[in-house]
């Protein structure tokens, strides 16, 4: 009988959390899709994102069956210290450490540290999830600049395999640590997709548009509600997200207050992930002027769903407008939103819906097109 491999995944959010966004649903995905290819652990912590709390429903410090094949330890924060970390990887004895974050003290810097001083000797694979896209580095960016100058001089790139989730980010991942680092491109497991169901009558004139994202600069909220300014017809937006930028949230809440009276705003802060499709469902368009995505996963789940997505350039989701699926349009051009809110507005249900149709079948291609699980078993080979 072949026996799996071990692989053993860090990660400083895991389900049931939701609040740190994409990252949670690419290992969950992940776990999902490659559990009857290996034996899968999840080492993560027992809270969510900015919580002090544990997750309900969860018991802290000791390994549990999330799913068959896959087990989980939620760790206390007593539980994470350096020398735990060890043990933890030392008890489970993995052919393969998969880390999920580029800064994360306990979960990247832990384990990178125990490789380079031998302590460890799992095969290293480091998924940046986006946080070498310059944008993401100008956030905190002295202490960034720092943390990666100490990782090259220490030459722990060279110790590691890198998974980049699409071109921009092989490029990050080379620029930040040269030619000679070993990258693999493998995009994201996306989640799965249901029947077309088209969205609430849609009458001439109105748009129900839904914004998901962490309420920080990155995301590009305060950018579409300035765009929001110049659009004369009714639009209801609903913005769902954490506050974790406090100072960000209030310069959001001060445009809000600047808008007109036909853009009426809904805050809805956090939404468990299970409630999302609904949601998505309930509303005509997704939009996201985000400053940079490695993936997207709440735009996928917009597209899975049949629902047009007005987004930044600045994500994999490309040459939407060719296929009806939706627009995305640069930064540098804030009235290309504008007139993209407009258009979709001003269609009648009929012409609506044959958008609706182009983005369900844009993310249907993308499904049937794609090869993902055997690049990750090449990856992980």
């Given amino acids: 009988m072949l026996i799996k491999k071990k692989v053993l995944i860090l990660t400083d959010w895991f389900d049931p959390a939701y609040k740190a966004g994409g990252p949670i649903r690419s290992a969950v995905n992940f776990v999902k899709q490659m559990k009857n290819d290996y034996q899968i652990f999840v080492l993560t912590g027992d809270r969510d994102l900015n919580e002090i709390r544990s997750l309900k429903g969860i018991r802290s410090n000791e390994w549990i069956e999330y799913v068959p094949g896959v087990k989980v330890f939620y760790a206390s924060v007593q539980n994470l210290r350096l020398n735990n970390i060890k043990d933890h990887i030392s008890s489970i004895a993995p052919d393969i450490v998969y880390l999920n974050s580029m800064f994360s003290k306990k979960f990247t810097v832990y384990p990178l540290w125990l490789k380079r001083s ?37 030459k722990i790139p060279q110790l590691v395999s890198f998974h980049a989730t699409d071109e921009q980010e092989r ?17 994201n497991f996306p989640g799965s997709q249901d029947e077309l169901t088209y969205p609430p009558k849609k009458e001439k004139g109105f748009l129900k548009m839904l914004f998901i994202g962490r309420i920080h600069p990155i995301k590009g909220l305060d950018f579409l509600l300035q765009a929001l300014k110049q659009v004369y017809q009714n639009i209801s937006l609903t913005i769902v997200g954490s506050p974790e930028d406090i ?6 809440k001060r445009i809000i207050s600047e808008l007109p009276k036909n853009i009426q ?11 999302i499709n609904a949601l998505i469902r309930r509303h005509h368009v997704f939009c996201l002027p985000t400053k940079g995505e490695n993936f997207g996963h709440a735009i996928f789940e917009a ?19 060719r296929y009806n699926a939706g627009w995305d349009l640069p930064l540098t051009a804030p009235w290309g939103f504008t007139e993209a809110i407009d258009r979709c507005a001003s269609m009648s249900p009929e012409e609506f819906n044959e958008w609706c149709e182009g983005a369900w079948q844009y993310c249907k291609n993308y499904l049937e097109s794609s090869d993902i699980k055997q690049k990750y078993l090449q990856l992980f080979s």
């Fill in 247 to 252: 100072s960000y949230r209030n310069l959001c």
């Fill in 118 to 154: 031998n302590r460890i000797s799992p095969k290293i694979i480091l998924a940046p999830r986006g946080m070498l896209k310059p944008s993401a580095l100008d956030f905190k960016k002295q202490k960034k600049k720092i943390f990666l100058s100490f990782l090259k001089w220490m």
């Fill in 265 to 275: 705003v809904t805050f809805l802060n956090e939404v468990p992930h299970h409630a």
């Fill in 171 to 187: 490029k990050d991942i080379v620029s930040q640590f040269g030619n000679d680092v070993k990258v693999k491109m493998i995009s």
């Fill in 303 to 321: 597209l899975a769903a049949g629902r047009p997505v007005i987004i930044s350039d600045q994500t994999p989701w490309q040459n939407l407008t």
